[in-house]
Antibody, heavy 119, light 107 residues
Framework: QVRLVQSGAEVKKPGASVRVSCQAS????????IHWVRQAPGQGPEWMGW????????NLAQKFQGRVTLTGDPSTTTAFMDLSSLESDDTALYFC?????????????WGQGTLVTVS | DIQLTQSPSSLSASVGDRVIITCRAS??????LNWYQQKPGKAPKLLIF???TLKSPVPSRFSGGGSGTDFTLTISSLQPDDFASYYC?????????FGGGTKVDIK
């Protein structure tokens, strides 16, 4: 079965960087994009971007360009989200998600979430 | 960016009630709209995609409708497991965006 398992919670100071990992199993890793979505406390989800693990091509929401780097390692079937210059507003639950085969029509498998606290 | 406005933001209902949640887009998105259910501390769960297609094995008491700018999620007979938050998401254009959510709790 498809599983996405994320790394554990992080506590960071303002100005620092954080890396969240997402290990995929149960399907061909390179055949599906990975999306990243975050959710601040009490807020709706916010889409951050996607990576094509086969080509390394990414598409980031403008808000995150210059501060977020998405990468993928097919050898370990793991995707990574790096967020730099952390601010208190970056405190959120971060999710990775696998989309439909076309890459974006829906997100049907999700990781369990990684809480990043900036304080 | 396309804005999605959900209403109501919260509602109280009883088991067996019919519940309707609406989602309005700031511009036309055809039928490129999905609905998710989320429980506290958990990842969203896909319920409906393409505005009206039920994701298997989501129960048939859930249904979606609409096109263009106005969409609905209907729960025909609310069950105890349905008390949660619900979010719409547009996938018509990037950046993908979500609505602000509707929290359904027990009356």
């Amino acid at each position: 079965q498809v599983r996405l398992v994320q790394s554990g919670a992080e506590v960071k100071k303002p100005g620092a960087s954080v890396r969240v990992s997402c290990q995929a199993s149960g399907y061909t890793f390179s055949a599906y994009y990975i999306h990243w979505v975050r959710q601040a406390p009490g807020q709706g989800p916010e889409w951050m971007g996607w990576i094509n693990p086969d080509s390394g091509v990414t598409n980031l929401a403008q808000k995150f360009q210059g501060r977020v780097t998405l990468t993928g390692d097919p050898s370990t079937t793991t995707a990574f989200m790096d967020l730099s210059s952390l601010e208190s507003d970056d405190t959120a639950l971060y999710f990775c998600a696998r989309p439909s085969p076309d890459g974006y029509s829906f997100l049907d498998y999700w990781g369990q979430g990684t809480l990043v606290t900036v304080s | 960016d396309i804005q999605l406005t959900q209403s109501p933001s919260s509602l109280s209902a009883s088991v067996g009630d019919r519940v309707i949640i609406t989602c309005r887009a700031s511009e036309t998105i055809r039928t490129s709209l999905n609905w998710y259910q989320q429980k506290p501390g958990k990842a969203p769960k896909l319920l409906i995609f393409g505005a009206s297609t039920l994701k298997s094995p989501v129960p048939s008491r859930f249904s979606g409708g609409g096109s263009g700018t106005d969409f609905t999620l209907t729960i025909s007979s609310l069950q105890p497991d349905d008390f949660a938050s619900y979010y719409c998401q547009q996938v018509y254009t990037f950046p993908l965006t979500f609505g602000g959510g509707t929290k359904v709790d027990i009356k």
